[in-house]
């Protein structure tokens, strides 16, 4: 077994939309990001990479790489499930937390978990995400920014076992 976390944060800006775990998200603002700035996918993918020791994200998708501006984060974290299965493993479970004071992101976990697991290729049964906020403290309180924290859970795939 193999397990990684992984954390990835976000300025709020206008005139993007926002995306949580590949889901678009009802709010004025969205993420600032190379990518599309989908904070969930970021942590999730970080988490990763970590459980198979293969570095960080920043190493695999570099902002400095134009050829990957604007790339969707779905595709990031597909690429990342790509390599779990290529290296031998496969994903048991995923449980993020998404720290925003604001939008209300409650009523909308069910389809992020659906979301996430979809990219994955694994059930939804084995991908738990939270919400919460700082209660008004610090830049995230303040509205500024949204971030995310992920635990991922990686198990030696054996023969005759599937490896997704």
């Keep these: 077994m193999r397990v990684g976390q992984g954390f990835d944060a976000h300025r709020l800006a206008a005139g993007r939309p926002l995306l949580l775990g590949g889901v678009e998200i009802p709010y004025e603002r969205g993420l600032e990001g190379h990518s599309d700035g989908d ?4 942590a999730i993918a970080s988490a ?7 570095g960080d994200l920043g190493r695999h998708f570099p902002s400095s790489d134009p050829a990957l501006a604007g790339i969707a984060s779905g595709e990031i974290l597909r690429r990342v499930a790509a390599r779990v299965r290529a290296d031998g493993f496969r994903v048991v479970n995923v449980d993020a937390t998404v720290i925003a004071q604001e939008p209300r992101l409650e009523p909308y976990l069910p389809k992020l978990e659906a979301s996430i697991a979809a990219l994955l290729g694994i059930g939804s049964d084995a991908v738990n995400v939270k919400a919460t906020s700082t209660d008004g403290l610090g830049a995230i309180g303040a509205g500024e920014g949204i971030a ?3 635990v991922a859970l990686l198990l030696e795939a054996t023969s005759g076992e599937p490896a997704a």
């Excluded at 904070?39 to 970021?42: F, P």
């Excluded at 990763?48 to 293969?54: D, S």
């Design 39 to 42: 904070v969930l996918l970021h």
């Design 48 to 54: 990763l990479l970590g459980a198979l020791g293969a």
């Design 148 to 150: 995310a924290t992920a």
